[in-house]
Structure formats: structure tokens, C-alpha cells
């Protein structure tokens, strides 16, 4: 799961300072406002990619995610590509973790440990 979240952060990451470019353009928003909030959020996904295994750190990403189709407010293509990594989150998430079963099941096989996998047969992918 860490792999396939930490992709997704690192890809949002080059999309928010894109947006930022795009943003900055605009009358109604000064720079230095742009800038630290797009900052902030691009520190925030490098940051969560080291802690996706920590408490908590999936719920500031989901945060993430809510502030990326918020920010469509101000961008409007920031809309369609919130909800587009939005689903990403989710599908790393949900995918992810499921992977991560298989992976165990896979290394109990190896170990000889007794599990749902017995010697002879493959687990399905």
C-alpha cells in the first residue's frame, strides 16, 4: 500500500505546483498567497509519503485529497483533477492493502508457516 500511496502523493505533488503556475496568473490572488498555500500542500505530500505507515497519516491524506477538489474554487481545473486523485487515494488505498494481504500470504507459504495457502497450490492474484 505504501508504494502505491506514496506514488499518488509524489504525482500530486507536481500537479498542485502546476496549479500554483496556473493560479499565480490570476488578478484576485496575490502571489505570496499562492505560493505558501501551494508550499504547504506540496511539503504536506512529500511528508506523508515517508509516514503512510503511521497512525493517522491516511486521514490527512483523505484532507489532502479534500483540499485538492476544494481548491477548484480558485482553479477550476483543480475540480476534475481533485476528484481524479481523489479516486487514486482511494484505489491505492483499497488495492494497496490488498496486495500487502497477498504479499503476506505468499511469505507464510515460504516460511512453511500453516495459513489459508497450502504448499501445492498459488494464491490468486
Known sequence: MRTLCAST??????????????????????????????????????????????PGALGVGWALQAALVVSGYW???????GVIFAGLWWASIHYGRKVDEIKARHAAAAAGAPGPVSAGTRPPL
Not at 11 to 18: L, P
Not at 75 to 81: A, E, N, R, S
Open 9 to 54: 502523493l509524489i504525482g500530486e505533488f507536481f500537479v498542485i505546483g502546476f496549479a500554483g503556475l496556473v493560479a499565480m496568473k490570476q488578478d484576485d490572488l496575490s502571489m505570496g498567497a499562492v505560493w505558501a498555500v501551494c508550499g504547504v500542500a506540496m511539503a504536506l505530500c512529500v511528508l506523508l509519503c515517508g509516514v503512510l505507515t503511521r
Open 75 to 81: 482553479v477550476g481545473t483543480m475540480l476534475f483533477l
